[in-house]
């Protein structure tokens, strides 16, 4: 088992697939008429030409650019390609995507074995294949969107962080802000996870060094025996204490350990104490992201929007209803794990012991559920036109089916995030948990426009940590998954319809 296998069975689907998708869609479809011509000019060396209407840097261009010369001397080989540029036709374009995603999987494992290195080797290679089957990044794979690669490269840069290679991290950073530039918030959002586990573990160390000390100190009239043992017990408790800091580093916690964890308000405060004490080592372990981030500011100064083209169209908004669509979303795609009998009856049991602070937790949720769907919830002119996105059938048969149910959806919107902060907070530290919210809220809510492709990197960062080993579940969400696939492919590939007023055959999307 292990990478290789997941690298096999990925390949068993890419392969075939992306050659049943290139047969019949051999043109470039919806945004690759935009990416797939700027590839191209970058092909040619024209690296000065630009779409207006391409909202994303050019960091795909460069990868694909690079995939081109890698197999131009095969390729002139056997078709007799005379020029790079011969190269990158559609069908090249898009298997870029296609190795991403091999890759891709590979991190997955590597992440997974990573995290939680008591999990069996046949379980996580499991566990990998089935998320490289999570159906938006799937779909996308066959096509030449910036979907796939931008999460690889996160996932690359997480990988290396959890690994301290910060300054390699920092690069893959930019490699994946270079992709997509709402990147940057998961560039912070790695960062920050990595200070608080090495704030959070170093402080640990030295209150475990500290009770050891008093300890000695207590027992300094005893025989010289006993002082060597307790040296010895000092040194112990020191090497547990270090192997304990490598294990938070997996972000995971026993149920012990939750007990005597410390809650919010005094994790933000060992955090930043800490983070002051340590402020130079800090500073120079993470100066690579500090760089990045800097760059990233002067840039979108100097640009006048985070977004490169189509600044109309992709203005910032206050969009607060669509943090609440992402979590009735994963908890959709993960409705084994978070709809099950079982899981209900613990959640509510959880939220009755807990009484009255989950009330008052889950009231000030509806309202700010409710003020959200009322005031900050955005139908974009995108969505209502387009009928070629699932978004668009969501939108008209079920949110905007009757005046009231976009209300009456709210409490389902408060149980999922609540049911996803409760199951994160079983195995995270809440400061975690909090920050991972946040940085999705900062990716989703300046987002005007629906689209289910934002939520794949957060959806990712969320199954990665909710650490789930019921593999029942698994392999119910796997088959969910297979369905979701085989369902959004046929209809892709099968289902074609034209419009009146726009020639052309038109094909069901994400």
Same mark, same amino acid.
């Given at each position: 088992m292990g990478r290789l296998a997941v690298a096999v069975m990925v390949s068993l689907w890419v392969i075939p697939i992306s050659i049943l998708v290139n047969r019949i869609v051999p043109e470039p479809y919806m945004d690759e008429i935009f990416h797939m011509p700027q590839a191209q000019q970058y092909c040619k060396g024209n690296f000065r030409s630009w779409d207006p209407m391409i909202t994303t840097p050019p960091g795909l261009y460069y990868l694909s650019l690079a995939h081109a010369t890698f197999l131009f001397p095969g390729l002139s080989y056997i078709n007799g390609a005379s020029s790079i540029f011969e190269v990158c036709s559609p069908?090249?374009? %898009?298997?870029?995507?296609?190795?991403? #995603?091999? $890759?891709?999987? $590979?991190?997955?494992?590597? &992440?997974?074995?990573?995290?939680?290195?008591?999990?069996?080797?046949? *379980?996580?290679?499991?566990?990998?294949?089935?998320?490289?089957?999570? =159906?938006?990044?799937?779909?996308?794979?066959?096509?030449?969107?910036?979907?796939?690669?931008?999460?690889?490269a996160v996932l690359a840069m997480y990988l290396a962080c959890l690994r301290k290679s910060y300054w390699f991290s920092g690069l893959l950073g930019a490699m994946a802000v270079a992709i997509r530039q709402t990147n940057i918030i998961w560039m912070l959002f790695v960062?920050?996870?990595?200070? &608080?586990?090495?704030?959070?573990?170093?402080? %640990?160390?030295? $209150?475990? &060094?500290?009770?050891?000390? @008093?300890?000695? %100190? *207590?027992?300094?009239?005893?025989?010289?025996?006993?002082?060597?043992?307790?040296?010895?017990?000092?040194?112990?408790?020191? &090497?547990?204490?270090?192997?304990?800091?490598?294990?938070?580093?997996?972000?995971?916690?026993?149920?012990?350990?939750?007990?005597?964890?410390?809650?919010? @308000?005094?994790?933000?405060?060992? @955090?930043?104490?800490?983070?002051?004490?340590? *402020?130079? *080592?800090?500073?120079? #372990?993470?100066?690579?992201?500090?760089i990045l981030l800097v760059a990233f500011v002067a840039f979108v100064r100097w640009n006048g929007s985070v977004v490169l083209g189509a600044k109309e169209a992709h203005a910032v908004s206050l969009h607060f209803a669509q943090i609440l669509y992402f979590g009735i979303f994963s908890a959709l795609v993960l409705a084994p794990l978070y709809f099950s009998f079982e899981e209900t009856i613990n959640f509510?049991?959880?939220?009755?012991?807990?009484? =009255?602070?989950?009330?008052?937790?889950? $009231?000030?949720?509806?309202?700010?559920?409710?003020?959200?769907?009322?005031?900050?919830?955005?139908?974009?002119?995108?969505?209502?036109?387009?009928?070629?996105h699932y978004t668009f059938y969501l939108w008209r048969k079920i949110i905007k089916a009757y005046w009231p149910m976009k209300y009456l959806l709210v409490p389902l919107y408060v149980y999922s995030w609540l049911s996803i902060c409760t199951r994160l907070g079983k195995v995270q530290r809440k400061i975690w948990v909090l920050g991972y919210f946040l940085a999705t809220a900062a990716v989703l809510i300046p987002a005007p426009l629906i689209e289910f492709r934002y939520y794949t990197i957060p959806f990712i960062f969320l199954i990665l940590h909710s650490h789930n080993n019921d593999i029942q579940s698994w392999v119910l969400m796997g088959f969910l998954y297979v369905a979701l696939n085989i369902f959004t492919m046929i209809m892709f590939l099968y289902r074609p319809f034209h419009w009146d007023h726009e020639l052309g055959t038109q094909r069901f999307i994400w």
């Open positions: 069908v090249i374009l %898009r298997s870029v995507n296609g190795v991403l #995603a091999v $890759i891709c999987s $590979i991190l997955l494992y590597e &992440i997974i074995t990573l995290l939680r290195p008591a999990l069996d080797d046949r *379980k996580a290679t499991f566990y990998a294949v089935v998320l490289s089957m999570y =159906p938006l990044h799937w779909f996308f794979t066959f096509l030449y969107y910036t979907d796939v690669a931008s999460l690889t960062a920050c996870s990595e200070i &608080i586990n090495i704030t959070l573990g170093h402080q %640990r160390d030295k $209150i475990d &060094i500290d009770d050891a000390s @008093v300890s000695i %100190r *207590k027992n300094s009239q005893q025989a010289p025996e006993n002082n060597a043992i307790l040296s010895s017990n000092l040194r112990k408790r020191i &090497i547990s204490s270090k192997l304990d800091t490598g294990a938070q580093s997996t972000h995971t916690r026993s149920s012990t350990s939750r007990i005597s964890t410390p809650g919010l @308000v005094d994790d933000i405060i060992a @955090v930043c104490l800490t983070s002051l004490h340590m *402020k130079k *080592k800090l500073f120079v #372990a993470f100066s690579p992201f500090i509510f049991q959880s939220f009755w012991k807990n009484r =009255p602070h989950s009330f008052f937790q889950a $009231i000030l949720a509806l309202i700010a559920g409710f003020i959200s769907v009322h005031f900050f919830s955005i139908a974009h002119p995108y969505l209502l036109a387009d009928n070629r």
